[in-house]
């Protein structure tokens, strides 16, 4: 029989990460909600300033794909939002 604090080892440590990610989504919408109403060029200055940084998010999202299963929900909307990446970051 294993000892309990060898057992703490064998978990993943990516369990955490839809936590982080759901929060980095939550900071964009943050963002958008900001912006709403305000004329094109000024959203896209805010967008740029403060959303771009945010963006290394679809390299993760990528990442994730191989470490999920395909067919999963979180697969499907990952995939969704991928898909439609150049619309999400204009």
């Known amino acids: 029989m294993r000892a309990a604090s060898s057992m703490k080892s064998t978990k993943p440590r ?4 839809p936590r982080r990610r759901l929060e980095r989504i939550a900071e ?5 909600a900001r ?6 060029p000024d959203r896209l200055a805010i967008r740029q300033q403060e959303a771009v940084p945010l963006l290394p998010l679809e ?4 990442k994730a794909l191989n470490q999920i ?3 999963s ?3 499907q909307a990952i995939r969704y ?3 439609r990446w150049a619309a999400l970051t204009r």
């Open 59 to 62: 390299t993760f999202l990528q």
């Open 73 to 75: 929900t979180l697969a």
């Open 28 to 32: 964009l919408f943050a963002i958008e």
């Open 35 to 40: 912006i709403n109403g305000r004329p094109p």
């Open 69 to 71: 299963s395909g067919k």
């Open 81 to 83: 939002a991928t898909s």
């Open 14 to 17: 990516h369990r955490h990460w």
